[in-house]
């Protein structure tokens, strides 16, 4: 595996919580390009602060981490930079609540990458055909229900053209039947090549649609591997005890 | 039937007792003065009130003292709304910056102007200030005004602002908006609507405080009120009548800001993003 292959880089990632909870214990994980990851584990095992800190809503106490060759340091600029190659889908959607579908997904497009309103429209349109709810454009949040307003807020993400897309339990707040449609737009995603780290509970969706499965806790990877060796055959005993539970 | 009527019977008789109570209240209140300023000997000369308001001297229309000086008051409350607003808000921002030394300073300014009284500022920025920056009664006042009122705005908008859920700043930071934009486009928008209520009772705080500027020598309706009186000794009435004038701006200011209210309700803003 070359270096550039490598779209993150992520090394001892250390993170205590003001409470003193370790969040991050020495955190190292690598992902190459076009590479689906999914990182498992029980409540509070830091998988959201490992998200969180890889675009930096979250500052880690040592470690280093790199996306796309920029070194995510205390320098302004590339926390800017890396932020606009990092997409974010969150649990509770953050859909901006006084814009319609479509101005929630134009924002950044005009404000960051300075497109014009038509160029960006265009781009919005195309991205609302993608994840499947054109007819809800001029739409407000509210409107919505909770499985079109996931799949506003991926397509707010993928406006940015990121080079990285990352989930945050992206369906744990849906209602089952809810579920279905948003696992699509992942599905769809992966299997057009884009690098995606997914925090899930969704076992199912994990082996079929990841590359790597991650097992984490207390801030550790306890163990990680192949999507179907992973499944088929986990090694470590605290794994199966895991996959036992939640299976 | 008319639809505005079908309530509840419980809530129709509450409002009824309600209204009859509030008339039998003022006519009494109106009794008791009749009474009270006959007993003095008062003589109610309404009959001289109308042309400090307006005279129609050869078919021409012409303000008299009490609404020009009507009109100096909405200048000043006007002026002062406007830079009341921009400090507001710049102290509002600094108290949530980063920066400690913009939280001190907004931190200072808050507790100087909200610990002392309006009139003693008045008196300082027109007697301290103004001589040092070469300003007129008029722009002291304007200042003075707008450095009160906009520390009470600060905390208005202030407590909108972080009321708001965290995340909405971590979409907006995902997406690489930078602070200004998040403020801008996010944040603001959402937390205005939600303090747009406290926000106007204090846009009428400040017409009704702006009355104190005639402490420094400006004629807006106080002072104008004040120097009839002075002349004509009406003081019933024309007090009266300056109370009746602040009555009517601060009412339909109120019920401006109730309208556009009820309209921005139609617009999503408390169904927050998500399971906020
Ligand atoms: N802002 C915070 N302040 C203090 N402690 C925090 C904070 N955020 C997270 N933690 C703690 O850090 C640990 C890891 O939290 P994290 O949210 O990353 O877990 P998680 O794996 O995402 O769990 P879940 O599956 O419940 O979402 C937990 O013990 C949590 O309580
Ligand atoms: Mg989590």
């Given amino acids: ?247 | 039937m008319n639809k505005l009527f079908h309530m509840p019977a419980g809530v129709r008789r509450t409002a009824l007792t309600d209204s009859g109570k509030f008339f039998l209240l003022a006519g009494l209140v109106v009794w008791l003065l009749t009474l009270g300023t006959q007993g003095m000997g008062y003589h109610w000369q309404w009959y001289r009130v109308p042309r400090y308001l307006f005279t129609t001297a050869g078919g021409v229309w012409k303000a008299g003292p009490l609404l020009q000086g009507l009109g100096t008051t909405l200048e000043i409350s006007l002026l002062s709304l406007l830079c009341t607003l921009i400090i507001g808000l710049t102290a509002a921002l600094f108290r949530l910056s980063d920066s400690f030394t913009a939280r001190a300073l907004a931190r200072s300014y808050l507790e100087l102007i909200r610990n002392t009284p309006l009139l003693i500022q008045i008196f300082f920025v027109y007697f301290v200030v103004s001589p040092v920056l070469d300003i007129g009664a008029f722009a002291s006042a304007v200042l003075a005004l707008s450095l009160f009122e906009g520390a009470y705005a600060a905390e208005i908008l202030r407590a909108g602002i972080v009321s708001l859920h965290r995340g909405q700043w971590e979409a907006a930071h995902s997406l690489g908006l930078g602070v200004f934009d998040t403020y801008r486009d996010v944040i603001l928008p959402q937390a205005v609507r939600r303090v747009l209520p406290p926000l106007a009772g204090q846009g009428i705080s400040l017409i009704k405080d702006s009355s104190l500027v005639s402490t420094i020598a400006i004629y807006d309706l106080t002072m104008q009120g004040q120097k009839i009186v002075a002349e004509t000794f009406l003081a019933f009435e024309i007090w009266f009548t300056v109370a009746a004038i602040y009555l009517v701006i601060t009412f339909s200011l109120s019920f401006a800001v109730r309208a556009l209210e009820n309209r921005m309700n139609g617009l999503p803003i408390r169904g927050a993003g998500g399971i906020a």
């Fill in chain 1, 1 to 247: 595996m070359s270096t550039n292959e490598r779209i993150i880089e992520a090394r001892e990632l250390t993170k205590t919580f003001s409470g003193g909870v370790v969040a991050l214990d020495r955190f190292t994980l690598a992902v190459r390009r076009g590479e689906v990851v999914v990182i498992i584990g029980p409540s509070g095992s830091g998988k959201s602060t490992f998200l969180r800190c890889l675009n930096g809503l979250e500052e880690i106490d040592s470690g280093s981490i790199v996306i796309d060759g920029i070194p995510l340091d205390r320098h302004r600029k590339n926390r800017l930079l890396i932020r606009r190659e990092v997409g974010m889908v969150f649990q509770s959607f953050n859909l901006f609540p006084h814009m319609t579908a479509r101005e929630n997904i134009d924002l950044a497009q005009i404000r960051v990458r300075k497109k014009t309103r038509t160029g960006a429209a265009e781009t919005t349109m195309n991205l609302l055909a993608k994840v499947g709810i054109t007819e809800k454009a001029d739409r407000y949040p509210h409107e919505l229900s909770g499985g079109q307003q996931q799949r506003v807020a991926i397509a707010r993400a993928l406006a940015m053209s990121p080079k990285v897309m990352l989930f945050d339990e992206a369906t744990s707040a849906l209602d089952p039947e809810m579920i279905g449609e948003v696992l699509d737009v992942m599905r769809t995603l992966a299997a057009e090549g884009m690098t995606m780290v997914i925090v899930t509970h969704e076992m199912g969706f994990a082996r079929e649609a990841g590359d790597r499965i991650v097992f984490m806790e207390s801030g550790r990877i306890v163990e990680e591997g192949d999507a179907e060796r992973f499944f088929a055959f986990p090694r470590e005993e605290r794994t199966r005890a895991f996959l036992g539970q939640i299976l």
